[in-house]
């Protein structure tokens, strides 16, 4: 089986590629699209996967993730690419000085659709800490500032943490169930 991911970021191709290869071969369609403005990672999976699924007229698959800080009011969420992209982990780790409670959640919504049909999405949550420094230099985005819960180590630390991340993994686990299970 193959589908197709859309995307112009190589790091959740990769990461992809690790949680449904070889089951699942995926074909890279690197492009930029413009995303629907929305708190719910879901809502925009499931929109852009629709859309592009009629303007590409084949099944494709997109991925979108954020990092929901809790003591920010759930900021950067959804726009965790531009922040990063605008201010970086360095402008993270200021907005959080002083501030005891670190706790965050990483979430990722893969959106699935094929042409002229409904889309679906598949969610994956992972609980972690936002670190007081970065570390490590492994994984991309966020990882050398998210401290997956009960560890000591940041997602940048870790070596190949792409078998690690729950998140992510979470959700390709579903979408993987789905194609190979239950989808008719």
Do not use: W
Not at 58 to 81: H, R, W
Not at 152 to 167: R, V
């Amino acid at each position: 089986m193959q589908i197709n991911l859309v995307t112009s970021n190589l790091g959740k191709v990769k990461e992809l590629k690790a949680y449904l290869e070889p089951n699942i071969k995926i074909n890279h369609i690197k492009m930029e699209y413009k995303e629907l403005r929305s708190d719910n990672p879901e809502e925009i999976a499931k929109e852009s996967a629709k859309r592009l699924a009629e303007e590409l007229k084949k099944p494709v698959v997109v991925e979108d993730s954020g990092l929901f800080i809790k003591a920010l009011n759930g900021f950067p969420g959804t726009c965790s690419s531009y922040i990063h992209k605008r201010i970086g982990l360095k402008g993270i780790l200021k907005l959080m000085e002083n501030i005891e409670d670190r706790e965050c959640l990483y979430r990722s919504a893969i959106g699935y659709c094929e042409p002229k049909k409904s889309p679906i999405s598949f969610l994956g949550e992972e609980k972690g800490n936002i670190a007081k420094e970065i570390k490590g230099n492994h994984g991309f985005g966020h990882d050398p500032i998210f401290l997956p819960e009960k560890s000591s180590k940041t997602y940048g630390e870790i070596e190949n943490c792409e078998n690690l991340k729950k998140f992510r993994k979470k959700a390709a686990e579903k979408l993987k169930h789905y194609l190979l299970e239950e989808r008719q």
